[in-house]
């Protein structure tokens, strides 16, 4: 009876150290992304990879894909756009203004939720919304989450074919949005 006693008191203790060496093991496992002249820097999985420079004319400024990704049509992305504000906005203001702009400019958009949430250290504001891919005829989940900074927001935005949206949601949250910092 002593050592079941003994083994309950020190289980919890043991799931607490595995959970730990789980968080290690995740990173020891990242890569680092930076782009010092936007003071821009965030973990992600080595099973992902850095995808071009960006796009200047969309505010891009990196892109990330799975490695082997085998899907076909719309491959799982995570972007990171900055989008200078052209004049003084509250979080709110901006947030009104996006999702205005997702529903207006995405076919067959569809907001499932949007509420406060924390990026960078600061309140932020996370959206995830669905919408229809028409060049490959395919649906897409997105989740999109901001923060103003330095008169500037900083969108992170990961999207997958709905289908596929959960099967890399958690790296995304745990390690990518997670570790995102604007300095």
Do not use: C
Not at 89 to 102: G, K, N, R, W
């Amino acid at each position: 009876m002593g050592s079941f006693l003994a083994a309950v008191v020190v289980i919890p203790e043991f799931r607490q150290f595995f959970r730990m060496d789980e968080r290690l093991a995740q990173v020891a496992d990242t890569l680092v992304y930076e782009n010092e002249g936007l003071g821009i820097q965030m973990n992600y999985p080595k099973t992902w990879e850095q995808k071009g420079t960006g796009d200047p004319l969309s505010g891009t400024v990196a892109r990330f894909v799975p490695k082997g990704n085998n899907s076909t049509g719309f491959k799982p992305e995570l972007t990171i756009s900055v989008e200078p504000l052209t004049e003084s906005m509250s979080l709110a203001d901006y947030t009104t203004a996006s999702v205005a702009e997702i529903i207006e400019f995405l076919p067959e958009a569809k907001i499932f939720s949007s509420e406060s949430a924390r990026l960078a250290g600061d309140k932020a504001h996370r959206v995830i919304y669905t919408g229809k891919d028409e060049e490959n005829n395919v649906r897409l989940k997105s989740m999109q989450v901001w923060v103003l900074k330095k008169n500037q927001a900083y969108i992170v935005t990961y999207t997958a074919q709905e289908g596929e949206y959960r099967d890399r949601l958690k790296p995304v949250e745990e390690v990518m949005i997670k570790s995102f910092k604007v300095r």
